[in-house]
């Protein structure tokens, strides 16, 4: 047995049942292993969509999600899809493969600094020199991944290393260094609080029974940030709904006359927290996202389990307030939000993921979630090309119909993935909303640079017919009547829609 065999037979017993890549010529006793196992490999058309199903795969289970490529070429690929993980804290594990240990640090073909470049991109990343330190970061990364999920790491693997067939291997167990000395002072202001609020991050899901509980129990109103949607069913008249730059109304009162935030398991950016709250609690497993004066590091269930909370009576006063958030145009034969409106009231129960783009403004407003994961797409960074990919790795993670709502800018990022639908035979279904142009970017010309449209427009393809050469049927509709009879239909996936509407600007956050 070499390092290649035993490598894979720890994913295995550590429960990885699906991993993403591209096989190559470095990493390749790793894929001689993977080809004898018991893991399911997706093969993907490109690395950069292994990445991103990788990602899709845990936001949408909790699971976590494995990539795999070869040396330079396909590592490099993975790079906008690892760092879009590592910028909404996605615990993945990403595996590549590297020249024979002597090519390091030199101008070897394929040869690139491959740790020092995901380095800044991870939460680690490892550079194992022999068998017994690979099987030691490999056992180290699958413990912090399950323990303490706050980002993606990364293990690079010489050929040389993977074929070793002398090496130790151990089992490995540490603990992670909470500091819980602010819980005395949080009580303190938990204690004296009338108006407690919870703002709910991605960090709380696996928290998601306790909280409702908690507050159900004692009647503490929850507001979430957009990875926190469903944490608490949006139909739940505690969830107040998003809290923020896109703050609905129930949520910006309650955040501007609360008395004690309690923010568990968000990253605290300024999408949430534009200021810092003097009343702040924040709770996280990452110190490094820690803000304001009562900063506690530790597990959300941790903090639960500690702090005592009292019965509220404010909740009465926060529904008093209309929390609709008026949306024109939604009646509108052409406009985009008018058919990703009747797309999500279609797919209301429906694992639903978006890309980057003026529909992601509108599906994120639109959208209400009855549990974690029903909303996928990247918050941080908000590359293109994300939703396709990330709808094939919540599909493979679930077994569920996935629904897909695409711009025509940013669905041909990485279009390719239509093979590895088809061949997986996928129940995604995809919806391609058609306006010829990269929207928000012809948007901020026009507004905020006092300039015509300048490369912004678009000369796509026909998508259904497209969407056919991949042996995937399709369809075209150019007016809401048509859209509304389409869904009438039982859709099944792979199916492609391509939905022509015309231009629209996104309402701008206040």
């Not at 292994?50 to 289970?61: E, K, P, V, W």
């Not at 009647?219 to 969830?239: A, S």
Request: hydrophobic share 40%; charged share 25%; glycine share 6%.
């Amino acid at each position: 047995m070499n390092v290649a065999d035993r490598f894979v037979q720890i994913l295995e017993e550590e429960g990885i049942v699906d991993v993403f890549g591209i096989p190559g010529e470095q990493i390749m006793p790793l894929y001689k292993a993977l080809s004898k196992s018991s893991i399911n490999h997706v093969l993907t058309r490109h690395e950069q969509a292994a990445a991103h199903a990788a990602d899709g795969y845990y936001r949408a289970s909790g699971k976590i999600g494995v990539c795999i490529s070869t040396a330079s070429p396909g590592a490099l690929n993975f790079t906008m899809a690892v760092a879009t993980a590592f910028k909404d804290n996605i615990p993945m594990l990403i595996i590549t493969g590297d020249n024979e240990l002597k090519y390091r640090n030199t101008d070897y073909f394929q040869s690139t600094p491959q740790v020092n470049i995901f380095k800044h991109i991870t939460r680690a990343s490892y550079n194992p020199l022999n068998g017994t330190e690979a099987m030691y970061v490999l056992r180290a990364a699958i413990y912090e991944l399950k323990t303490i999920p706050k980002g993606p790491i990364h293990i690079n693997l010489s050929k040389d290393v993977l074929l070793q067939e002398e090496f130790n291997d151990f089992d490995l167990c540490y603990l992670c260094e909470d500091d819980l000395s602010n819980l005395s002072k949080a009580q303190e202001l938990i204690n004296n609080s009338q108006k407690p609020l919870f703002i709910l991050g991605a960090g709380a899901i696996t928290q998601k029974d306790n909280i409702q509980r908690i507050a159900e129990k004692y009647q503490i109103p929850v507001t979430t940030t957009f990875h926190g949607k469903g944490i608490i069913p949006e139909d739940n008249p505690l969830n107040l709904g998003l809290v923020g730059i896109r703050s609905t109304p129930r949520a910006k009162y309650a955040f501007e006359n609360s008395d004690c935030i309690i923010a568990l398991g968000v990253k605290a950016s300024e999408r949430t927290f534009p200021e810092i709250p003097e009343n702040l609690i924040h709770v996280n497993i990452n110190k490094d996202v820690l803000i304001g004066d009562y900063p506690i590091h530790g597990k959300v269930e941790d903090f639960l389990l500690e702090t005592r909370f009292s019965k509220t009576n404010w909740l009465d006063e926060i529904l008093e307030i209309d929390n609709r958030v008026e949306i024109e145009g939604l009646d509108d034969d052409l406009k985009p939000q008018a058919a990703i409106k009747r797309i999500l009231d279609k797919f209301a129960d429906n694992i639903i993921a978006s890309d980057a783009g003026s529909h992601t403004t509108w599906t994120t407003l639109l959208k209400r979630s009855k549990r974690p994961g029903q909303l996928l797409f990247s918050g941080a960074m908000a590359p293109m090309g994300y939703g396709l990919p990330a709808a094939i790795g919540a599909s493979i993670a679930t077994g569920e119909k996935v629904i897909v709502i695409n711009g025509d800018g940013d669905v041909q990022m990485n279009i390719q993935e239509l093979a590895t639908i088809r061949e997986n035979n996928l129940d995604i279904v995809m919806f391609i909303l058609n306006n010829s142009e990269f929207g928000i970017i012809r948007q901020w010309q026009e507004d905020f640079y006092d300039m015509e449209p300048y490369q912004v427009k678009l000369h796509n393809p026909d998508f259904a017919k497209l969407a056919s050469s991949y042996g995937i049927d399709g369809a075209r509709v150019d007016n809401i009547k048509d859209l509304e009879l389409l869904l009438e239909k039982d859709l099944t996936g792979p199916f492609v829609v391509e939905v022509v509407v015309e231009s629209e600007n996104i309402p701008l956050p206040e």
